[in-house]
C-alpha cells in the first residue's frame, strides 16, 4: 500500500476576498494545498479547520491574487549592478507581485533560446516570485531581422518586443505581425516615433523654458497610428507599452470599436505626475516615453476607467546614482515601481476613479489573460499566488527602504494609502510585513 506524503495546507481565515475575475468581493476564506488553492469562499471554515492545516488570520485585510506586472526590466544579464534577479524578486514580493515579465534588452539580448533559457534557469535558481521573460522582435534589437518566433514561444518566451525600442521600419513591423500571427503570438511596441523622440522631457512650454530639448505628443500617437493600419492589413495582435497621451489613448479606444486585436498598458506614472514632475531639473522624474501634461494625465485616468487601458505596468527600470546624477540630457530614463505599483495604483480606488474590484483586474487577471500566463485569479485549483493587503493603511514611500538594488523613485516622501501585509507564491510566504 502507497503511504500518500501528508499535504502542505494553509487556511487563511478572517478574509475580505477579492477576486476580479469573477467579481467575488465577500469576507470568507481560502485553503491553499500544495501550492495550489482548493477551496474558497464565505463561511468555508464554518466546521474548524481541516486536519493539519497552519491557520493565517487576515485580520480583515484584502485576499487577492498576486499583482501580475507585465513590464520589468531585471537588468540581469549584463547590468547586475543595477538590479539582479534576486533583489528584482524581493522588490517585486515585497510589492505584492507574484509574476513578473521581464524586458529582453538586456546584455546580451534575449534573442535566442539560449537567452530565455537563462532567464528560466536563474529564476528557478532566485526561488523568487514567478519571472516569465519576453523576447526580441528582431535580432540584437536592431530592427532588421526577425527573430525566431515560433522557437523562442515553444521555449518560454511569452510574448515579442525590442524593449525601449520600437520597431522602427514599417515593413518589419508589418512582417513581425504577420510571423507572429501564424503562432497566435503578440506584439508589443514602444510607442515612439525615433526621429520625433530624441529629447529629454515633453514637448512644450515647459522644456522650452527648461532650455531642455522636447519630445512631440505626436511621436507617441503617430507610432500607434501607423502600427495599427499595419494590424488592419495583417490580422496580427498588438499590444502598446506605457501609453502616456490624450490621443494615443483615443487612437486605441476608436482601434478596439473597429475590432482590432489591440491592447495596452500604462504606469502609474502616467496618472500619478505631470511633466511639472521634472521642476528643476529632476532626473528622476526623467522616463520614456517622458511625463506629460496634466490634460494627458487625466486621459490616461479615463482611459483606466473606461477599459480602454487594459493593464497597469510598473514599467520597473533601475538605475544605479551613475546613471541619473547627470544633467537632464544625459540621465538615463526610468524609474523603479516594482514596490509601489500597488499603492499608487490604489490612488484610483481612494479618488474614486475606480471600483476597488476593477482596478484589480488591471493589476492582475487582465494582464495575465494578455500575456496568456496561469495566474491572477483566485480559483479552485488556480496557483495559490496570493496577495495580502490593507487598502487603507497609510504610510510614506522611503525609497532607502526598497528591496531593489536600486532607489531612482520620484515619489521619497509621498504619503500614500495600501500596504502590502503578506505575499504567497505557490503556497510559500516569500514576504511578510514586519
Request: proline letters at 6%.
Amino acid at each position: 500500500m502507497t503511504v500518500l506524503p501528508p499535504k502542505h495546507r494553509t487556511a487563511y481565515v478572517n478574509a475580505r476576498l477579492l477576486d476580479p475575475a469573477s467579481g467575488l468581493d465577500a469576507p470568507g476564506g481560502l485553503l491553499a494545498e500544495d501550492g495550489k488553492i482548493t477551496d474558497l469562499g464565505p463561511g468555508l471554515f464554518k466546521d474548524g479547520l481541516p486536519e493539519g492545516a497552519q491557520r493565517v488570520d487576515c485580520g480583515g485585510a484584502c485576499l487577492a491574487p498576486g499583482l501580475v506586472d507585465m513590464r520589468v526590466q531585471i537588468r540581469e544579464p549584463g547590468e547586475e549592478h543595477k538590479e539582479t534577479m534576486v533583489t528584482a524578486g524581493r522588490a517585486a514580493a515585497a510589492g505584492g507581485v507574484t509574476s513578473m515579465v521581464g524586458l529582453p534588452n538586456t546584455e546580451p539580448v534575449i534573442d535566442d533560446v539560449a537567452g530565455v533559457e537563462f532567464i528560466a534557469r536563474r529564476a528557478r535558481e532566485a526561488k523568487g516570485v514567478k519571472v516569465y521573460t519576453y523576447a526580441a522582435v528582431t535580432r540584437k534589437l536592431e530592427g532588421k531581422e526577425l527573430t525566431e518566433m515560433g522557437l523562442l514561444a515553444e521555449n518560454g518566451a511569452v510574448a515579442f518586443t525590442d524593449g525601449l525600442k520600437p520597431v522602427e521600419n514599417a515593413q518589419v513591423m508589418r512582417r513581425a505581425l504577420a510571423y507572429a500571427k501564424t503562432f497566435g503570438l503578440l506584439i508589443v511596441q514602444h510607442p515612439e516615433e525615433p526621429s520625433l523622440a530624441g529629447g529629454a522631457m515633453n514637448g512644450g512650454e515647459l522644456a522650452t523654458r527648461l532650455g531642455l530639448p522636447g519630445i512631440p505628443k505626436l511621436a507617441e500617437v503617430m507610432m500607434i497610428e501607423r502600427d495599427l493600419r499595419l494590424v488592419e492589413m495583417t490580422g496580427g495582435r498588438y499590444h502598446v507599452a506605457h501609453v502616456s497621451t490624450a490621443e494615443s489613448v483615443e487612437a486605441i479606444r476608436r482601434a478596439k470599436d473597429r475590432g482590432l486585436d489591440v491592447t495596452c498598458d500604462t504606469a502609474p506614472h502616467y496618472f500619478a505626475l505631470n511633466e511639472l514632475a521634472v521642476g528643476e531639473y529632476r532626473t528622476f522624474a526623467k522616463v520614456s516615453p517622458p511625463l506629460r501634461s496634466e490634460d494627458d494625465r487625466i486621459a490616461i485616468l479615463e482611459g483606466i476607467a473606461d477599459g480602454t487601458i487594459d493593464a497597469i505596468a510598473s514599467d520597473h527600470s533601475p538605475h544605479d546614482q551613475e546613471s541619473k546624477r547627470l544633467p537632464f540630457g544625459l540621465a538615463e530614463p526610468g524609474i523603479v515601481g516594482l514596490e509601489t505599483l500597488l499603492p499608487l495604483s490604489l490612488q484610483l480606488y481612494h479618488w474614486e476613479k475606480c471600483g476597488l474590484l476593477d482596478l484589480l483586474a488591471h493589476l492582475t487577471v487582465k494582464p495575465a489573460g494578455i500575456l496568456g500566463l496561469d495566474a491572477g485569479r483566485l480559483a479552485k485549483g488556480a496557483p495559490a499566488d496570493l496577495l495580502i493587503f490593507k487598502p487603507d493603511l497609510s504610510w510614506k514611500i522611503q525609497p532607502d527602504s526598497f528591496e531593489s538594488k536600486s532607489k531612482n523613485s520620484p515619489f521619497e516622501g509621498l504619503p500614500v494609502q495600501g500596504r502590502v501585509v503578506r505575499t504567497v507564491v505557490d503556497g510559500r510566504a516569500l514576504f511578510e510585513a514586519a
